[in-house]
T-cell receptor, first 115, second 119 residues
Framework: AQKVTQAQTEISVVEKEDVTLDCVYETRDTTYYLFWYKQPPSGELVFLIRRNSFDEQNEISGRYSWNFQKSTSSFNFTITASQVVDSAVYFCALSGARGGFKTIFGAGTRLFVKA | NAGVTQTPKFRILKIGQSMTLQCTQDMNHNYMYWYRQDPGMGLKLIYYSVGAGITDKGEVPNGYNVSRSTTEDFPLRLELAAPSQTSVYFC??????????????????FGDGTRLSIL
């Protein structure tokens, strides 16, 4: 069975602080994909990053960075110098070959960034 | 380019009524999905489709039906609405990637959602 755990339900930070959102996954597939999506207060879902199981390189995109570690089954997301506009719910998701690439979403982490 | 379009955006139903949530995409994606998002929760997969004529159940299919007669359209049907089906419903689609015969599981494109209340 596949599972995604986002243990942090809510995080509150002050603007310009760095914040890391944790994601731990379970899968028996050797080929799988991990995703992060953002859901701002307006409600739409916005894709942030996709990573396949064969690529453990960390990635940086502006203030966003992702740390993928297969040894600990984690795919953590860090926002550097957070801004109020980063306030949203962030979802980690997993899609494995054995499940026909159905996507399983974590419960989400709600991030509040205060000015 | 409209992407994924869902209609209606809001709907209130009475218990026992039926309705169809419409979803259409103009990106020629083979894969389409229906999710529900309950308040404060993540997305739960209801049904999905890997191409026209092919559908399969997700995590929470009870009380719903789908069809996929064309690549573009993937309607979700509620036959006997129940209060437990009060939720926000998202439709999504994705490509399998550019390489024929290989699914590289491209990111999903989501519609704006349908907020459904059953009273």
């Amino acid at each position: 069975a596949q599972k995604v755990t986002q243990a942090q339900t809510e995080i509150s930070v002050v603007e310009k602080e760095d914040v890391t959102l944790d994601c731990v996954y379970e899968t028996r597939d050797t080929t799988y994909y991990l995703f992060w999506y953002k859901q701002p207060p307006s409600g739409e879902l916005v894709f942030l990053i996709r990573r396949n199981s064969f690529d453990e390189q960390n990635e940086i995109s502006g203030r966003y960075s992702w740390n993928f570690q297969k040894s600990t089954s984690s795919f953590n997301f860090t926002i550097t110098a957070s801004q109020v506009v980063d306030s949203a719910v962030y979802f980690c998701a997993l899609s494995g070959a054995r499940g026909g690439f159905k996507t399983i979403f974590g419960a989400g982490t709600r991030l509040f960034v205060k000015a | 380019n409209a992407g994924v379009t869902q209609t209606p955006k809001f709907r209130i139903l009475k218990i026992g009524q039926s309705m169809t949530l419409q979803c259409t995409q103009d990106m020629n994606h083979n894969y389409m999905y229906w999710y529900r998002q309950d308040p404060g929760m993540g997305l739960k997969l209801i049904y999905y489709s890997v191409g026209a004529g092919i559908t399969d159940k997700g995590e929470v299919p009870n009380g719903y039906n789908v069809s996929r007669s064309t690549t573009e359209d993937f309607p979700l049907r509620l036959e006997l609405a129940a209060p437990s089906q009060t939720s926000v419903y998202f439709c999504a689609s994705r490509s399998s990637g550019a390489q024929p015969g290989f699914d590289s599981n491209q990111p999903q494109h989501f519609g704006d959602g349908t907020r459904l209340s059953i009273l």
